[in-house]
């Protein structure tokens, strides 16, 4: 079980960027692959972003080309750089480690952190 901690997160106008940072109490990197997600009022939690063990990276349509992830081994630290954001992009985002995954499906691997609030304005 890794203890997860997402930060970065904040209130930006629209058109503006956000880095989210996802770390751990261990390595997160020990798994199939990690995902970013997020969870808007009234809505399921929903996969934005993944990549994979092996480099690949996976995005939701609604994201492509604004979003990106990265990782860092040396920081034990995956990152979701957010551009071009909108106010639909409005939720809380999360990060957890996938066991498995197909597409932009990955099944979460660890219990929830607290995510990190992500606002943007009109």
């Known amino acids: 079980q890794v203890q997860l901690v997402e930060s970065g997160g904040g209130l930006v106008q629209a058109g503006g960027s956000l880095r989210l940072s996802c770390s751990g109490s261990?390595?997160?990197?020990?798994?199939?692959?990690v995902g970013w997600y997020r969870q808007a009022p009234g809505k399921q939690r929903e996969l934005v972003a993944g990549?994979?063990?092996?480099?690949?990276?996976n995005y939701a349509e609604s994201v492509k080309g604004r979003f990106t992830i990265s990782r860092d081994y040396a920081k034990n630290t995956v990152y979701l750089q957010m551009n071009s954001l909108k106010p639909e992009d409005t939720a809380v985002y999360y990060c957890?480690?996938?066991?498995?995954?197909?597409?932009?499906?990955?099944?979460?691997?660890?219990?929830w952190g607290q995510g990190t609030q992500v606002t943007v304005s009109s």
């Open positions: 261990g390595t997160i990197f020990r798994v199939n692959a």
């Open positions: 990549i994979t063990s092996g480099g690949s990276t």
């Open positions: 957890n480690g996938a066991s498995t995954y197909s597409g932009t499906y990955y099944a979460p691997l660890w219990t």
